[in-house]
């Protein structure tokens, strides 16, 4: 299995994983309705602070109609998720995701998506 990373919202950094020799900071996952979720030590794998990235997705977008063609299907949540996510590529303005940052006193709506990091968090 790969790694799934980002860029920090706030600050463009490269979240990179305990994997990666670059060592790890301290991320905070915002949420649209103002949960945080805090991760100092970031496995690479999109648990930030005990939440999965990919639930998250996956929670903020099942009632979208855009998404039936993903949610009717019989896979886990996280998979629907990364599912969504992909979509959201092509069709960014329908997806709703976290967003990844270091000043934790932030708020999701004081920040852009978080970017895909091309690195991965590791391949530097």
């Not at 996956?58 to 009717?72: G, R, V």
């Not at 000043?103 to 998506?113: A, H, K, N, P």
Request: glycine content about 8%.
């Amino acid at each position: 299995m790969g790694f799934f990373s980002w860029k920090t919202s706030d600050t463009n950094r490269s979240i990179s994983n305990v994997h990666s020799g670059r060592g790890t900071f301290k991320v905070t996952m915002l949420m649209p309705y103002g949960e945080k979720y805090v991760e100092s030590n970031y496995e690479g794998y999109g648990i930030f602070g005990g939440m999965d990235f990919y639930d998250a997705v996956y929670e903020l977008n099942k009632d979208n109609p855009i998404f039936e063609h993903i949610t009717s299907q019989q896979w886990e949540n996280r998979f629907k998720g990364i599912m969504m996510l992909s979509d959201k590529e092509k069709n960014r303005r329908f997806a709703i995701s976290p967003r990844l940052v270091e000043d934790d006193s932030l708020e999701w709506i004081d920040v852009d998506d978080s970017p895909i990091c091309e690195s991965q968090g590791y391949f530097y």
